[in-house]
């Protein structure tokens, strides 16, 4: 006779069925969450040729992306540093360029909240055989609860390492990504602390550093934006914009030319 609680479970399941998976055998764009993998649309894409001041890191970046997309050796890559330039929206323009040459790669972005996801995300792609980079983006592990000593272990060596044919690209404004003083569990031993701050970085094999622009690599950004939409220049102005913000960077750049755009009575693709 049927257990009366399997019964029960059943029927549950039937009322909140599973969400459907999306194909991860084709499509290039994807997120994962506890629900699974959903395919998503393309987003909005910065064209690589737009970033100024970032030509070293953008290179690298786009020469490691196409190595894995290929097949050949790539490293995992963590993108570090100061905030709006353009770490996030890089990674998302070098894997565009990939798609539109032609290149069977998909990028799956994990949120923060979802890292503990990561084994179960790893598992799930073993069995696809084309090539996949899995992006955390704007990672801290502020309050750890393990999540450094996990991630280690799925980069390096652990029995739940990721596939081969999967690499990892993760955002953060820190290059250790955890606090100086997260690890200082033994105030008596100063190395040991500082070691295991290092332990998880050094599991990226390309580390790029983004900092704060200068005035001409500002002026250069927004130059840039303003030729690729049609708009009128103006360095004073940019120059004025980003005085207000107390900032320059990529995303302030982005911001003064929304601005001119819309006070030059121009839409922005």
């Known amino acids: 006779m049927t257990d009366p609680l399997l019964r029960i479970a ?8 599973q969400p459907a998976q999306a194909d991860a055998t084709s499509g290039n764009w994807f997120v994962w969450s506890g629900s699974g993998l959903a395919a998503v649309p393309r987003p909005r894409i910065t064209p690589l040729a737009l970033y100024a001041g970032v030509d070293a890191q953008r290179d690298a970046l786009a020469e490691n992306a196409r190595r894995h997309a290929v097949g050949l050796a790539a490293h995992d890559v963590l993108l570090w540093g100061a905030r709006g330039m353009g770490k996030s929206s ?3 323009a070098v894997h565009a360029g990939l798609v539109d040459g032609g290149a069977d790669a998909a990028l799956v972005q994990l949120a923060q909240p979802d890292l503990p996801q990561l084994p179960e995300l790893f598992r799930h792609l073993a069995g696809v055989s084309r090539r996949f980079t899995v992006f ?4 801290s592990l502020d309050g750890d609860d393990g999540k450094a000593h ?12 990721r596939p081969e044919h999967v690499r990892l690209v993760v955002t953060s404004n820190r290059r250790n990504l955890v606090p100086r003083n ?3 569990t033994d105030p008596t031993n100063p ?12 599991r990226f ?52 030319t929304v ?4 006070a030059q009575g121009k839409p922005l693709g």
Not at 10 to 17: D, G, I, K, T
């Open 191 to 202: 190395r040991d602390a500082a070691d295991d701050q290092l332990a998880l970085a050094d």
């Open 150 to 161: 996990a991630l280690r272990s799925l980069l390096d060596g652990g029995v739940m390492a």
């Open 182 to 184: 997260q690890s200082d």
């Open 10 to 17: 059943e029927a549950l399941e039937r009322l909140s069925p």
């Open 205 to 256: 094999g390309l580390r790029l550093g983004f900092h704060v622009s200068d005035q001409a690599d500002y002026l250069a950004m927004c130059a840039n934006y303003a030729r690729a939409h049609g708009l009128t220049f103006d360095p004073a102005a940019a120059l004025a914009w980003a005085a207000g913000r107390g900032a320059r960077s990529g995303r302030v750049a982005w911001q003064f």
């Open 136 to 139: 955390l983006d704007d990672l």
């Open 90 to 92: 890089l990674v998302r």
């Open 259 to 262: 601005e001119t755009a819309g």
